[in-house]
């Protein structure tokens, strides 16, 4: 017997006869000898149609937008927009009602599930778990929406997109759970993208730092709070498939993991910008005058290159951002171009960040090398590198893409027999 | 200065467009001088879609349904269906912000709206005020939701359909409010139907008494329990169209009305049907005899007409039920034919009941006899009467529903010049 928390996305409750499916697996469970809490999202393109009618309302008028008031907004949709998750809440507790099971919804404000009050994007502080235990003892299955919160004083809040996995890790961690299924519309974590690799392969487990490469660099099947979270509270997770039966892909500690590849994945990242500026001066100083001004403005900056000096006294800054803030990033540093004192100023939005990732390239050598050798010989220029621990990201011109994703898929022993 | 709690209906609030129509009418009250709460129905159409769901999620297996069962899918029916309000809540909050109006939504569980646990059918016990009237003194326009409450054990009920206008009727009363203006589809309360009568005219004012007697033979613009409870309270309704800028009607004491006409409205109810038992036994204990497993039955008999016994021994009971109730009534006295000893049951669906009202008939005399003659000189038979203190009804039959409807109207000077 284990205590699972099952926690299905939105495309899992897309409407009553997905509520009726997701709750039949719930009983399945149930009839196994486990003990279930379910975590619900909204129903598929709820959210987004809540969101839509409060932006028809419109804005505040002008001169009253202060902080006070942009909160009392913010405050109200949160009010609209977290029905979504109230009504499948509803609808799943009748559900397994209708299937003989005890169950009932719990809101967040009944539990409580405390957040704070950053409004439409609240972090959780807390879930009280004494009514749910009590309702788990007498085999009760209570139904929770994912998603939202409720402040200490009293008002609704809602943890920003992609936070129902949160909430589900949330109350997996604060109820002891063996186990947080995620169920959603893919059947795993795979080893590359299916839609570009035919031979990528379905993992069977991955450790939650490789998950969390994966997900920066773009493979979006969990949520990166999420993920961070479970790490943290040591909650193992499972990505499973609402329309299949085969087991998933198990999200866990490094140490679960016996034989350890020296990658485990290949992924891309097609939403960057490169910047380059030419002839910077070559002193101390100079990448915070260029960086600083850009993160300021919150722009993110992801790889950053800097050429060996040829002539002792400029240098080229290569650096990436994200495509959406390109225009605002080449435009604050337009503005500083006397005072940063660049040549030119080159931007290029055809670039790819293509990234092995694994936890085995702590223990084994050579996996750059080979990363190279492999690009190199599909004539591939590479335009920067960056590394970390356990991920080798280059970025490469973007119509390279498939070509260098599926080469290294190769190189690195991960296509499927 | 006023204070005015003045609720919108499901058309008033059906998109952002009407919700942002109806933010413009709480703002000119607020220019105005008054203080003003508001309560909002659902969106026009969400509470069908909610309640579809619902029904769609399926029923208890066969052998579970007993008391407890039951309660619990009722309970789950409310967490879903009271969204509704809560999204309409929302949207209006922010509606009003955006006109510049301080404002926030207060939800059921916040304030809270106490009821008793009769899910699905809920009635408010009582409404906290503390909040809502600080809410006021600071220049708020505090949004609450209508149709629906919490249980002192926590859990979300509604009030049952047209519950909203019962809200804000006893959130008028909580308030002491000046007012409680609802708008909604019609712009008052009309003489009598003026899809039947061309002449109808809208009354400037009716009394509570009226109004309940005009809901209860056919006349629906305002939930009968919401004029009940106005009366009881003597809170003052105003009933008012969202889509133009005329005063309505109000609903107000009797002694408000300085003069009396006859006969304030002429009402038609297309929902009876009539059963005629003949020859039964002209003794005591026989209406009861025949009554009695109606009312067992859950069937409301109307009028009753026992004519006087012409041989002595044995007279016709003639009596209406409401049209989806007939062929139940019909079972179950065709089931005691024997017992009750009557020699036929004729049944006629083809009736209508056409009322005249008003408080006047109090002090007027000749009111019935006005009323007998204008159906005779139209060749209209009557077949069965019934009277109250400010309200005669005639069971005619279904085909002469306008002509009787329109000769009453002239006949009680009701008609427009």
Redesign the interface.
């Known amino acids: 017997m284990a205590r699972i928390v099952m926690k299905f996305g939105g495309t899992s409750v897309a409407d ?2 997905h ?2 499916a997701a709750a039949d697996r719930v009983k399945r469970a149930r009839d196994a000898g486990d003990e279930v809490a379910v975590v619900v999202s909204a129903m598929a393109g709820a959210t987004n149609q ?1 969101a839509a ?2 932006g ?6 002008a001169g ?1 937008y202060d902080d006070i ?1 942009a909160d ?2 913010d ?6 927009v ?2 979504g998750e ?2 499948t ?3 799943m ?3 397994l ?4 099971l ?4 719990w ?1 967040a ?2 539990l409580p599930i405390v957040s704070d009050d950053a409004h439409g994007k609240a972090r959780i502080e807390s879930i009280e778990a004494k009514d749910l235990l009590a309702a788990l003892a007498h085999g009760e299955v209570p139904v929770v929406p994912g998603f939202q919160g409720v402040t200490r004083g ?1 008002r ?1 809040t809602t943890l920003g997109r992609g936070g129902s996995d949160t909430s589900a890790v949330a109350l997996a961690a604060t109820l002891r759970a063996d186990r947080c299924d995620i169920y959603t519309d893919v059947d795993g974590v795979y080893t590359s993208d299916p839609r570009i690799v035919a031979k990528a392969r379905k993992l069977d487990k991955i450790t939650y730092e490789e998950m969390l490469e994966m997900a920066s660099v773009g493979a979006k099947v969990l949520q990166t709070r999420s993920v961070e979270l479970a790490m943290k509270q040591g909650v193992r997770l499972q990505v499973r498939s609402s329309f299949s039966d085969g087991p998933g892909t198990l999200v866990v500690d490094e140490d679960e993991i016996v034989e350890k590849a020296m990658v485990s994945g290949v992924a891309y990242s097609r939403d960057e910008a490169k910047i380059t500026l030419s002839r910077v001066a070559d002193r101390p100083g100079v990448a915070a005058a260029v960086f600083g001004p850009l993160a300021d403005a919150n722009v993110n900056v992801d790889v950053i290159v800097q050429n060996v000096s040829a002539d002792g006294r400029t240098t080229d800054l290569t650096f990436t951002v994200v495509k959406a803030d390109l225009d605002r990033a080449v435009a604050i540093l337009e503005a500083r171009r006397k005072e940063l004192g660049f040549a030119g100023l080159i931007q290029d939005r055809n670039v790819v960040k293509v990234s092995v990732i694994g936890v085995g390239m702590r223990s084994h050598a050579g996996v750059a090398q080979r990363m190279f050798k492999a690009l190199a010989e599909k004539g591939i220029n590479i335009q920067a590198i960056t590394t970390s621990e356990i991920k080798i990201s280059v970025l490469i011109a973007e119509e390279y893409t498939e070509l260098a994703v599926r080469a290294l898929h190769s190189a690195y022993g991960l296509d499927a027999d």
């Open positions: 009553t006869g509520i009726r809540l009618w409060v028809e309302i419109g804005v505040l008028p009253s008031a009392a907004a405050r109200e949709s949160d009010v609209v977290a029905t109230q009504v809440c509803g609808l507790a009748r559900a009602q209708a299937l003989g005890k169950s009932r919804s809101l404000w009944q009293g609704l």
